[in-house]
């Protein structure tokens, strides 16, 4: 019998998900994040959320619904930009967040969902990411209500590398291009980045893909994400498959536009 993990909607598979739960959720700005997962949460209910992520959307969209509602509490990302209103939040004492290093980041979930407890790394000796005193939260007022922790640092081969804990989430949402019906998943250019990383720092990974497929027709080569990290599929319609934004989109005219419209 072949196991089958798709789930009949974004809404079932995030139905169960609760108040304080901590979430690992994919894409790199709005590219590749998963956004029905996202608005079904949002309907769900769920709040005091911690989110792990690059950024947190923007405003309007994305992770930024869940922020604009205030149903995030805590987020572990690697920027800020794009969204005033996590900024805002931020400085006005509303949201703890821990900045990282964003390749740092991404090894931390990637650790997480292999077992592995901690590792050192050189990104960040000599800095504040080492020494402590990054502002995680700050008072109405603008002073530091919490700052981050000294990190341990030791030598390896001669250079200097600090200690990172892995992150394992509650649960994870990403959105896959391509997903059988085991789980298995391939990403599409630049949606690789955070969401297979993300998805495997979840106990509970939940994947809204554009296609899904039968076990046993995506080429084993081909397999970004092994289907043992992923625990529900969600299958979305053409027109939701379509629906893939980006922060700004800046064109240019071409020198010879007019001829080529005549």
Same mark, same amino acid.
């Given at each position: 019998?072949?196991?089958?993990?798709?789930?009949?909607?974004?809404?079932?598979?995030? #139905? /169960?998900?609760? %108040?304080? +739960?901590?979430?690992?959720?994919?894409?790199?700005?709005?590219?590749?994040?998963?956004?029905?997962?996202? /608005? *079904?949460?949002?309907?769900?209910?769920?709040? %005091?959320? =911690?989110?792990?992520?690059?950024?947190?959307?923007?405003?309007?969209?994305?992770?930024?619904?869940?922020?604009?509602?205030?149903?995030? =509490?805590? !987020?572990?990302?690697?920027?800020?930009? @794009?969204?005033?209103?996590?900024?805002?939040?931020?400085? #006005?004492?509303?949201?703890?967040?821990?900045?990282?290093?964003?390749?740092?980041?991404?090894?931390?979930?990637? *650790?997480?969902?292999?077992?592995? $407890?901690?590792?050192? =790394?050189? =990104?960040?000796?000599?800095?504040?990411?080492? /020494?402590?005193?990054?502002?995680?939260?700050?008072?109405?007022? $603008?002073?530091? &209500?919490?700052?981050?922790?000294?990190?341990?640092?030791?030598?390896?081969?001669?250079?200097?590398?600090?200690? @990172?804990?892995?992150?394992?989430?509650?649960?994870?949402? !990403?959105? *896959?291009? !391509?997903? /059988?019906?085991?789980?298995?998943? !391939?990403?599409? *250019?630049?949606?690789?980045?955070?969401?297979?990383?993300?998805?495997?720092?979840?106990?509970? &990974?939940?994947?809204? +893909?554009?296609?899904?497929?039968?076990?046993?027709?995506?080429?084993?080569?081909?397999?970004?994400?092994?289907?043992?990290?992923?625990?529900?599929?969600?299958?979305?319609?053409?027109?939701?498959? &379509?629906?893939?934004?980006?922060?700004?989109?800046?064109?240019? #005219?071409?020198?010879?536009? @007019?001829?080529?419209?005549?």
């Amino acid at each position: 019998m072949t196991l089958n993990k798709v789930i009949p909607s974004a809404a079932a598979a995030v #139905a /169960d998900i609760p %108040d304080g +739960a901590s979430l690992a959720v994919g894409g790199f700005g709005l590219a590749g994040i998963p956004w029905f997962l996202i /608005d *079904a949460l949002l309907e769900q209910g769920a709040t %005091d959320l =911690t989110i792990v992520s690059n950024n947190c959307g923007v405003d309007g969209g994305g992770l930024g619904l869940l922020l604009e509602a205030h149903r995030i =509490t805590r !987020v572990i990302a690697s920027y800020v930009g @794009e969204n005033k209103e996590f900024a805002r939040q931020y400085l #006005a004492g509303e949201l703890t967040v821990e900045l990282t290093p964003q390749g740092t980041l991404a090894e931390r979930m990637r *650790a997480g969902g292999s077992g592995i $407890g901690a590792f050192f =790394t050189p =990104t960040g000796v000599g800095t504040l990411v080492a /020494d402590g005193g990054l502002p995680w939260r700050y008072h109405a007022d $603008g002073s530091v &209500a919490l700052a981050s922790p000294p990190k341990e640092v030791r030598t390896f081969g001669g250079k200097q590398m600090l200690l @990172e804990e892995s992150i394992v989430t509650d649960y994870a949402l !990403v959105r *896959a291009a !391509v997903a /059988d019906k085991a789980g298995n998943c !391939v990403f599409h *250019a630049a949606a690789r980045n955070f969401n297979p990383s993300a998805a495997m720092a979840g106990r509970i &990974a939940v994947v809204e +893909a554009e296609r899904v497929v039968e076990v046993g027709e995506l080429d084993p080569d081909a397999v970004h994400l092994p289907g043992i990290f992923v625990q529900r599929v969600v299958e979305l319609t053409p027109e939701q498959a &379509a629906r893939k934004s980006i922060e700004k989109r800046t064109t240019r #005219a071409q020198p010879n536009a @007019e001829e080529i419209t005549r």
